[in-house]
């Protein structure tokens, strides 16, 4: 050790205590100054050439340094009052060889305002710590469990059981299904009824996500990887769901370039960051997710056979609501109870005439598009009961729409009341058509535009036209 601190040259040695510590004294066993820095003089009030061999009661006011010299004892983070303040100083013994030499003091901080500064700037990181652990540990967690999955016919209480039945496997899942049927819903589920439970849920849409985005999304990246790249990198999804599940929503629209390198992960276990060279092991149960027709796909070329046969190991398709039509009162019963939280509402009940509106509904939109209609009459509804004017206009239309074929008793259909002309009744459901899939996608143009398999352009320019804001 010696030898070290001799390589160090001689006048650096002060230089270096001073970075150290910007305030330090150091006493013999009787409590004298053998060193004292210009930093701690220029605090009391006076100089080095002053200080150096006095007793350090005599330099520094309410000292315990000779204390500590005599006793041996450290004092760590003690208040000290001095110069009508108070500091809060450290003093440690110093032991050589064995025996007891002196002591050594350093102060912390100059005064209670300095320590309640540096607290407080450490209480805000401490607090903003635990504000982003509990975050992600909450967005970490699966929400549903199948008690969450209401419905009681039987094609949804067999797609239900069959994944109740295959939760417990570590196999890969596909759930096949139109939007918004809850394929999300059973991604939770299943976790929830796993094995992995406790373990991390990661849920990732591949449609949300841009293509030069979600490599690095997926896997990660180092420092430096690329412009703009978070200092020290980032974990990626794989990486986050360790051990647990990693749901990838929409599996359908991801890129062929990407698909190839999913395949590798899944294949090999182990991910490798962007701008990384090391291999990095990991351990997922991977629930994907797709409205498409998959197989179609993968004859058009558009979806890799290899990994459609590698998510394809249990398959579970979850009808639409129009195939189901027997469960949507137990649904929006459960949907009401659901709104009735977020609008701090109770007791809220939906008519006859409403019910059986609901029911001669098609739902292209599926649970999102009636979760939405509940909504949006929850927001104009006065009393306790949701009734037709509630709906929205398209739904209200359905009555219309019924009324021009009613039969007359000879076995006639009535003529409507009023024939529009073609161009304004062709602008009259192109308009419903808009309004209709925004509110099946809360407000989302642009998935709203691929629902009505029209360019994201011309919706913006048709909702323009309309004045659809």
């Given amino acids: 050790m010696n030898s070290k601190m001799e390589a160090i040259p001689a006048d650096w040695h002060e230089e270096i205590i001073n970075l150290l510590a910007e305030r330090i004294v150091v006493t013999d066993r009787e409590g004298t100054i053998l060193y004292i820095n210009k930093a701690y003089c220029e605090f009391l009030g006076t100089t080095v050439e002053e200080a150096i061999n006095r007793p350090v009661q005599d330099v520094i006011e309410n000292t315990r340094m000779h204390i500590v010299a005599e006793t041996g004892k450290k004092e760590l983070a003690a ?60 967005e970490l967690k699966s929400k549903y469990y199948f008690h969450d999955l209401i419905g009681s016919s039987q094609s949804f209480l067999a797609a239900k059981k069959l994944a109740e039945r295959i939760s417990a496997s570590n196999s890969s899942v596909l759930l096949i299904g139109e939007s918004g ?3 999300e819903l059973f991604a939770h589920a299943i976790h929830n009824h796993s094995l992995r439970s406790s373990l991390p849920f990661v849920a990732i849409n ?23 790249a978070k200092k020290g990198g980032k974990k990626g999804q794989f990486e986050l769901a360790h051990n647990g599940t990693l749901f990838l929503d929409e599996i359908g629209d ?21 701008g990384g060279q090391k291999s ?44 189901r039509k027997e469960d949507i009162k137990l649904i929006s019963v459960s949907l009401l109870k659901k709104l009735e939280r977020r609008f701090f509402r109770t007791g809220i009940e939906i008519s006859k005439e409403v019910e059986q509106r609901l029911m001669e509904h098609s739902w292209p939109g599926n649970i999102r598009e009636l979760e939405n209609v509940l909504e949006r009459a929850i927001n104009v509804l006065d009393g306790q009961t949701i009734e037709v004017f509630h709906l929205p206009l398209y739904l209200r239309e359905l009555e219309l729409q019924s009324s021009t074929q009613m039969v007359s008793p000879v076995g006639k259909e009535k003529t409507p009341e009023r024939i529009l002309p073609l161009k304004e009744r ?11 899939a925004l509110t099946m996608t809360n407000g989302n143009k642009q998935e709203a535009a691929r629902l009505l398999e029209i360019g994201k352009t011309r919706f913006y320019e048709k909702c323009n036209f309309y004045d659809i804001k």
């Fill in 426 to 436: 062709l602008a009259q459901v192109e308009k419903e058509a808009i309004l209709n």
């Fill in 280 to 323: 990095i092991p990991v351990d997922v149960r991977i629930i994907a997710a797709t409205h498409r027709d998959l197989e179609k796909m993968v004859e058009e070329g558009k979806f890799r056979r290899d990994l459609y046969y590698r998510l394809n190991v249990i398959k579970i398709e979850i009808p639409p609501l129009n195939k």
């Fill in 79 to 138: 208040l000290h009052p001095i110069n009508g303040s108070e500091m809060i100083a450290n003093r440690y013994p110093l032991i050589v060889d064995g025996k007891l030499v002196g002591a050594l003091g350093t102060v912390m901080f100059r005064s209670p305002e300095e320590w309640r500064m540096y607290k407080t700037k450490i209480q805000h990181l401490v607090e903003e710590l635990k504000y982003y652990k509990t975050k992600i540990d909450k």
């Fill in 254 to 274: 991801m890129p062929l370039s990407m698909q190839s390198k999913l395949l590798r992960v899944l294949q090999e276990k182990e991910v490798q960051r962007v």
């Fill in 206 to 228: 591949c449609a949300s996500i841009p293509e030069h985005l979600l490599e690095s999304e997926l896997f990660g990246y180092e420092d430096g990887a690329f412009t703009g």
């Fill in 181 to 183: 049927t809850g394929k």
